[in-house]
């Protein structure tokens, strides 16, 4: 566990804006002792997620962070429950590109479901790099 930084979460708007949101709450709540390494990883990344909830799921849209003292666990909650499927989108399918990019940059991802809704989220690794230790 880390005990730096708590866990944080943030709603968000169903809007526009609600990718914008997520990236600033990335950068101004993850752990940078031990993650600072991946911050503009999964700020990228948080972006596709939110972009997504925010077409095509419903509210409420939860963004969540987590540090573990060695990797980064991202969150994005909403309100749909049907899971994104990233191997069959269509080139010009915008939400399976997104996801595209998560599985190739991420140690981890998933998809839980949760209430009427589901989580979508993935884990990014600090290792190499100044924060190592
Ligand atoms: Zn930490």
Known sequence: MCETTPRAERALPQSPQAPAIARSFLRHETCLVHTGAV??????LVSELVTNSALHGGPPIVVAAECDGHALQ????DGNATPPRPRQAAASDESGRGLELVDLLSSDWGVDPFEEGKHVWFVLRAGGGPYAG
Do not use: G, I, Q, Y
């Open 39 to 44: 911050v503009e990883d999964a700020v990228l």
């Open 74 to 77: 991202v969150r994005v909650r």
